[in-house]
Nanobody, 125 residues
Framework: QVQLVESGGGLVQAGGSLRLSCAAS????????MGWFRQAPGKEREFVAT????????DYADSVKGRFTVSRDNAKNTVYLQMNSLKPEDTAVYYC??????????????????WGQGTQVTVSS
């Protein structure tokens, strides 16, 4: 079992920045690809970013490329999402997830087995 706990959400003005963190339990964390997803009110959960087990590879949704950066610290069992130049349309609950599949950069929800409880990000215009 893997437990994931997100933190770092909040209210920020458009153009501002936030850094989300996701703390994971268990030593197996360092062997999992990790991802970030988000869900806005009335919308389906969507992929945001993913990082490979050794942080050697990353992938992003087109809507956040150039603005968001995903990283991880396996020594701290933590994955991060640095969000810059935030826009009102980035407002959503952000979830981190862990994938035990043998996929380097999973981008779909079905490829992830463990999920955090989510953290709210609100961007005001």
């Amino acid at each position: 079992q893997v437990q994931l706990v997100e933190s770092g959400g909040g209210l920020v003005q458009a153009g501002g920045s936030l850094r989300l963190s996701c703390a994971a339990s268990g030593r197996a964390f360092r062997s999992y690809a990790m991802g970030w997803f988000r869900q806005a009110p009335g919308k389906e959960r969507e992929f945001v970013a993913t990082v490979s087990w050794n942080a050697g590879n990353t992938d992003y949704a087109d809507s956040v490329k150039g603005r968001f950066t995903v990283s991880r610290d396996n020594a701290k069992n933590t994955v991060y999402l640095q969000m810059n130049s935030l826009k009102p349309e980035d407002t959503a609950v952000y979830y981190c997830a862990a994938s035990t599949r043998l996929v380097v950069l999973p981008t779909t929800m079905s490829e992830y087995q463990y999920w955090g409880q989510g953290t709210q990000v609100t961007v005001s215009s």
